[in-house]
């Protein structure tokens, strides 16, 4: 049994990570874990970059052809995609957000990790309202990887 599976929450070493060239391009992140029939982030994806070896088969991700556009974000009914980008010494870290309210552009929240656990403040540098919302945060770069969630 994978720790996740008794803990609940990823470690970095359960993830298939970019290199830091793609990182600064910005790329998304799946950190997916349920073998079910789903696959709205392979047809979102319009570089083809996300891809199952079958419909029950975990989404990979080919860090080269993704582009860091996002749209597969808002269509992961599990809110298991992120997208990192680092900018710098400043990372800017876009979540699936279904809470109410949404937090505001330009306020300062707590970023959590996986563990739900503060690990920084935050600026909100934009909302992406849709079928499930997305916050772009920015956060010091060596948070890029743990910044998972925020608290409002």
Excluded: H
Excluded at 34 to 40: D, F
Excluded at 72 to 83: R, S
Excluded at 115 to 135: F, H, L, S, W, Y
């Amino acid at each position: 049994m994978k720790k996740w599976e008794k803990e609940g929450y990823l470690e970095l070493s359960d993830l298939k990570l970019p290199n830091e060239e793609q990182l600064k391009k910005g790329v998304a992140i799946i950190e997916c874990i349920q073998q079910i029939p789903c696959n709205p982030c392979v047809d979102a994806c319009p570089k083809k970059a996300i891809s199952m070896k079958d419909i029950n088969a975990l989404p990979e991700i080919d860090y080269e052809k993704c582009i860091g556009c996002g749209k597969c974000i808002e269509v992961c009914p599990g809110l298991a995609i992120f997208l990192v980008k680092i900018v710098g010494k400043e990372a800017m870290v876009s979540i699936p957000y279904e809470f109410i309210p949404l937090p505001k552009e330009g306020s300062i929240v707590k970023a959590l990790d996986r563990r739900g656990n503060e690990i920084c403040d935050a600026r909100v540098e934009k909302v992406k309202k849709g079928k499930t919302n997305v916050v772009t945060i920015r956060v010091p770069s060596n948070y890029a990887m743990e910044a998972r969630n925020i608290e409002v």
